[in-house]
């Protein structure tokens, strides 16, 4: 039997049934709703042209916000939370203060991309009471704009909670509740605002107390409640999709045109999303959004902050997970090398019984792991911060923001007086897995941190790895980028060559 897919679309509780599984968000607003606002431009997460803001229950009697890119976000998971476009803001007599501020600024031209912006700015102007342009052009890195420039978008950005508190002073005649909720800017509200609080009570009338299961068009779509019942779904069907957040997903049904007969989400599953700590370190679940997991790892590993930002956009940080991208195990993934650095573990689950392995053993050759049949990531493991610890994690990619890396480069170890111990170098990009340099870890493990023992590890890289040529780049600056990637970390832990960092 299939249950509907139920959800707040703008306000209005909404029932879909009958649709493939695979069916994007997306292409529901566009198609079905007649909500052509949104944007459909790359179909898989890179220009925001389809940004949506969705809206969770936050267990407190609230609702948390943020920004998703509808094209790889598929329909069956938003079962149970609501979803704003860009036709659900503002009043019946003006529009909502970003959009105001985006036309007082002169923030659009051809107005392709214009929602999307609207949409990434709206997430910043309900969690953020000044944001600075700097917090702005972070809030905005998974949006392009090809015409209008960014100059104006960003003034916009500025000026929204200013016009948004002229427009409390000002009230619209009767508003709603909810779009008063969502035209008042972060932190303005005197408590719980009465529009959050219907909302609020929305989600809790679609909560599910059970397994929810979708069929239509040959597939199903299965968000189990317990990992008892998520497990047992996984080895009952071991060809499935296991989704997270669909941010690779997405990509294999609008790019790769695949299908499956079964797909497994995470997102419902009780305890997946949680952030513990284990020995003084993380212990963090394999549901927990990567922006969430990051923001935790931050207050142990502040000095990674950089790198995180330049981790795909928030859009895709507030959908995609650390399990999903660990589990994946792309070559290129970011954050398998910081956390093999780290010495992270894994947990693995298979039925009732778990088993706890170092990450980098995870990984045997390109996408192959040392996973059983039917055995899933639970959580992932980073142990405390090892006193006197200097850790850095490096990105070279073509572009600054929202692309994926060349090399990346995890390191971490601890000095002992003037010597280097506990040397772990990890690298993304260099061969078909993440992998540690052992070669190069040797040549420093134990060695006077200096130059002339960081050069012994540069060229012991060659031991370590043989990268290929690709259309991100070739063999031989892959080697030059990650053997000055240890350069870099020498610099920076000694002030020896001065500043490294550029930026502006």
């Not at 953020?128 to 052009?137: E, G, L």
Request: one cysteine or more.
């Amino acid at each position: 039997m299939s249950d509907a897919i139920r959800f707040v679309l703008n306000g209005r509780r909404t029932e879909v049934t009958g649709l493939d599984p695979h069916t994007p968000l997306l292409t529901w607003l566009r198609e079905h709703a007649g909500l052509t606002g949104t944007k459909e431009g790359c179909a898989e997460g890179d220009c925001g042209a389809c940004t949506v803001v969705v809206g969770s229950a936050d267990g407190a009697g609230g609702v948390r916000l943020a920004p998703l890119n509808a094209c790889i976000c598929l329909l069956p998971s938003i079962d149970g939370r609501a979803v704003f476009t860009v036709e659900g803001l503002g009043g019946d007599a003006r529009p909502h203060p970003v959009q105001q501020a985006l036309v007082d600024c002169h923030g659009s031209q051809c107005g392709f991309c214009t929602p999307g912006f609207v949409m990434s700015l709206l997430a910043l102007y309900k969690s953020d009471p000044a944001p600075t342009r700097d917090a702005a052009t972070a809030a905005l890195a998974g949006n392009l704009c090809r015409c209008t420039g960014y100059r104006p978008i960003l003034d916009a950005a500025v000026r929204m909670a200013e016009t948004g508190a002229a427009r409390m002073v000002e009230p619209d005649p009767g508003p709603a509740p909810l779009a008063d909720w969502l035209a008042t800017p972060a932190g303005a509200a005197n408590g719980r605002h009465p529009g959050e609080a219907a909302l609020a009570d929305m989600l809790a009338a679609l909560a599910r107390d059970d397994d929810f299961s979708y069929a239509a068009a040959g597939a199903t779509f299965h968000a189990p409640r317990s990992a008892d019942a998520f497990g047992r779904l996984v080895e009952a069907h071991p060809q499935a999709w296991i989704l997270a957040g669909g941010t690779d997903v997405g990509l294999w049904i609008n790019k790769g045109l695949q299908r499956a007969p079964t797909i497994i989400h995470t997102g419902r599953v009780a305890g997946l999303d949680a952030i513990g700590t284990v020995d003084g370190g993380l212990s963090i679940g394999a549901a927990v959004p990567l922006e969430a997991a990051f923001q935790a790892l931050n207050r142990h590993y502040p000095e990674l902050a950089p790198l995180w930002l330049r981790f795909a956009s928030p859009p895709i940080r507030a959908a995609g997970t650390l399990g999903g991208n660990v589990a994946n195990g792309s070559p290129i993934g970011d954050s398998m090398p910081v956390l093999i650095a780290l010495g992270a573990r894994v947990v693995l689950r298979r039925g009732t019984a778990t088993r706890e392995l170092a990450l980098e053993d995870l990984y045997l050759d390109y996408r192959r792991q040392a996973r059983a049949a039917g055995e899933w990531v639970e959580r992932v493991v980073v142990p405390a911060r090892r006193a006197g610890a200097h850790v850095a994690g490096y990105k070279n990619a073509k572009r600054d923001e929202q692309d994926i890396s060349a090399v990346c480069l995890g390191a971490a170890f601890v000095r002992d007086g003037e010597r280097a111990r506990d040397v772990r170098i990890a690298y993304g990009g260099l061969a078909g897995i993440p992998r540690r340099a052992r070669a190069a870890e040797a040549a420093l493990e134990g060695a006077v941190w200096e130059e002339a023992a960081l050069r012994r590890a540069m060229a012991a890289l060659a031991d370590d790895f043989t990268p290929l040529s690709d259309m991100r780049a070739s063999a031989a600056y892959r080697m030059k980028v990650a053997r000055n990637l240890l350069l870099r970390l020498f610099h920076e832990t000694t002030g020896a060559g001065g500043e490294t960092r550029v930026i502006g």
